[in-house]
């Protein structure tokens, strides 16, 4: 179970989302308990259907209330309230009604203000909760951003991963984690890369040591997050193993909670220029991205002039 607690929500907000503590307890736990429940369905508008929620109200919900009789608003505050939902937060700036504060009271449930538009804070505080209680992996690697794109180089102790990174990063690329990547579902089929707090900035290079990259190499060298899009692994090539497929028409994956990332292969040997490769890697990926096959249009391009050389403009039974 991945959980936080409004507490720590309420110190991460308070003053970016000019939040104010009226009453009632703020020792509430939220909780995604449930795979099918995103952290961003545990905050929304007033809801009877959905009591559990971090209930936000607003001027539309009031201005619902004031044409209600007072029973009925009362009774309404009451079945969500009997729900125990974490806390209520009033927004737009307005008034807190004395029904509200009475019922949240009663029920020692959490209650906020903020001038902020409703729609605003449920914005903000959903995207808050997708990082806070995100799905996380910890994996071993570098991270790098290459050319824009989120590239998670993998391989064998003493692949020479390290030394990559530092080659792409003397070419203009930026690290983001170097030994230990922590992986976040944020969103479908959205996963974000960042580096632990003890290792950001640091590289470690067989024979140089720790190398602080910002240090060496100026800011614009490292990035604090990036959202992985390529994974390219490093493997040496032992005797009798058998060699990568030159042509390959599948293209390899690799499931990382539980989403599919396009994965590269680079065999290591002397005098291969792995950055140039990796750069390839990943311009290749970017036309992938936008709907260009290199593989299939040459295959295409194959085709037709086979076909081209038949009269009967069928094609020939040679190997392509």
């Known amino acids: 179970m991945r959980q936080t607690s409004l507490s720590q929500l309420y110190e991460d907000n308070r ?17 995604v308990a449930e795979e099918r429940i995103w952290p961003a369905d545990l905050i929304g508008h007033l809801n ?3 009591p559990t929620r971090l209930q936000i109200l607003g001027a539309a919900e009031l ?5 209600q009789s007072r029973d009925k608003v009362a009774h309404h505050l009451n079945d969500i309230l009997s729900a125990h939902p974490p806390a209520f937060i009033l927004a737009d700036g307005c008034e807190v009604p ?6 949240c009271a009663a029920h020692n449930v959490g209650l906020f203000t903020t001038p902020q538009p409703a729609a605003g804070v449920i914005d903000q505080l959903r995207l808050y909760l997708s990082r806070q209680l995100a799905e996380k992996v910890s994996l071993h690697g570098v991270f ?3 050319l824009g794109l989120g590239v998670f180089i ?4 003493g692949a020479g991963k390290s030394e990559l990174a530092l080659e792409l990063i003397s070419r203009g690329h930026g690290l983001v984690a170097d030994d230990i990547v ?4 944020i969103a479908p089929s959205v996963l974000e890369g960042r580096c632990p707090e003890l290792l950001q900035d640091f590289i470690e290079v067989r024979g140089l040591g720790i190398l602080n990259i910002r240090t060496i190499f100026g800011e614009t060298a490292c990035r604090r997050k990036m959202r992985l899009r390529l994974i390219c692994h490093l493997e040496r090539r032992q005797p009798g193993q058998d060699d990568p497929s030159r042509l390959p028409m599948q293209r390899e994956h690799q499931n990382i909670l539980g989403d599919a990332i396009p994965r590269v292969t680079l065999p290591v040997a002397a005098g291969r220029n792995l950055a140039v490769l990796l750069e390839a890697a990943v311009r290749s990926t970017i036309l992938q991205l936008r709907g ?17 050389d038949q009269p009967d403009g069928t094609a020939s039974d040679r190997p392509g």
Do not use: C, P, Y
């Not at 201005?63 to 044409?67: N, P, S, T, V, Y």
């Not at 922590?182 to 579902?185: A, K, P």
């Open 182 to 185: 922590e992986f976040s579902r």
């Open 154 to 157: 993998t391989g064998n102790s």
């Open 144 to 146: 790098m951003d290459v």
């Open 98 to 103: 004395n029904i509200v504060h009475g019922v």
């Open 48 to 50: 009877l259907i959905h």
């Open 63 to 67: 201005a619902w209330a004031q044409r």
């Open 292 to 308: 260009v096959d290199s593989t299939q249009e040459f295959i295409e391009r194959q085709i037709k002039l086979l076909e081209a």
């Open 15 to 31: 003053e970016r989302l000019q939040l104010t503590h009226v009453s009632g307890s703020i020792d509430a736990v939220l909780s």
